[in-house]
């Protein structure tokens, strides 16, 4: 069975993602919580000010001192988004990274209720397995301070998006509803 490669690497990777995120939620990257909280403050005092009719121990806020209170919390509000939206952001990568396993299992399997060229399925199958490689295996990667892997991860969402289609025109030419031999 072609795909059975696909089921084993999706079960493996599975593991290995549901081990490594949460260890990289805790020891990697703590930075994302406290930025998040950092922000609140300046934030708060902005808000406080606006709601008090831009007034702050019942006294008008001078220009200078709302300026600074501004910047503070651009800046807070700033280095909470960069925190988030940095590609190494470690919810992501294990949401990917199990999404992508669980992908493959289901590949996997349906590929052997496909009827089309063992050419083909190989095709497929190595689609979705390289696929989830090249993305969330290289967002780990640079994740783990190896930045050489993020200019691969592009590859990687395209890869898995072409193995989607090539096993849904697949489905549609050769689909049988029981096992096939290959």
Request: no cysteine; glycine share 10%.
């Amino acid at each position: 069975m072609i795909g059975k490669k696909n089921v084993a690497f999706g079960f493996l990777y599975l593991v290995l993602t549901a081990a490594v995120g949460p260890y990289m939620v805790v020891k990697v990257f703590p930075d994302v919580e406290k930025t998040t909280a950092a922000k609140q403050a300046p934030l708060g005092r902005l808000q406080q000010i606006q709601t008090n009719q831009f007034e702050e121990n019942l006294d008008k806020v001078p220009a200078d001192t709302l300026a600074k209170a501004n910047t503070d919390g651009l800046l807070a509000l700033n280095n909470a988004y960069n925190t988030r939206a940095d590609l190494s952001n470690p919810r992501s990568i294990h949401a990917h990274g199990n999404l992508e396993a669980v992908l493959n299992i289901i590949a996997g399997l349906t590929l052997g209720f496909i009827a089309i060229a063992r050419v083909y399925k190989q095709i497929i199958s190595w689609l979705f397995i390289v696929g989830a490689v090249l993305h969330s295996g290289m967002m780990y990667l640079g994740g783990f301070g190896q930045a050489w892997a993020y200019s691969l991860l592009p590859l990687g969402p395209a890869l898995v998006l072409l193995a989607f289609l090539s096993i849904g025109i697949a489905a549609l030419i050769g689909f049988k509803g029981e096992l096939v031999k290959d």
